[in-house]
């Protein structure tokens, strides 16, 4: 078999950012999204300490999360809509 880069034009260049998932701050965008909504109606809601100790707390689990797998996020909420995930 022919090797794939024997063949002209077969080849593209891809960037890196366009295969790498976006992170802010360390973890996936959706879940620091959530993670800060939720610590902001904590902290607005009466309760700052702990608003901003949850938001802290659950930063690092998701920076955590995504040093292990990158696509740990997403392969949650795909098994969260499988129906009957808790059924023996």
Known sequence: M???RDIPGYLA???QALTQPILMGGAPRSYAI???TLAAVIAFAGAP????ALGIIGHGAGVFLARRDADAV???QRAMKIKGRLEC
């Open 49 to 52: 300490v702990w608003g901003v």
């Open 2 to 4: 022919r090797d794939p």
């Open 13 to 15: 260049p891809v960037r």
């Open 34 to 36: 959530l993670n800060g």
């Open 74 to 76: 997403e392969v949650l």
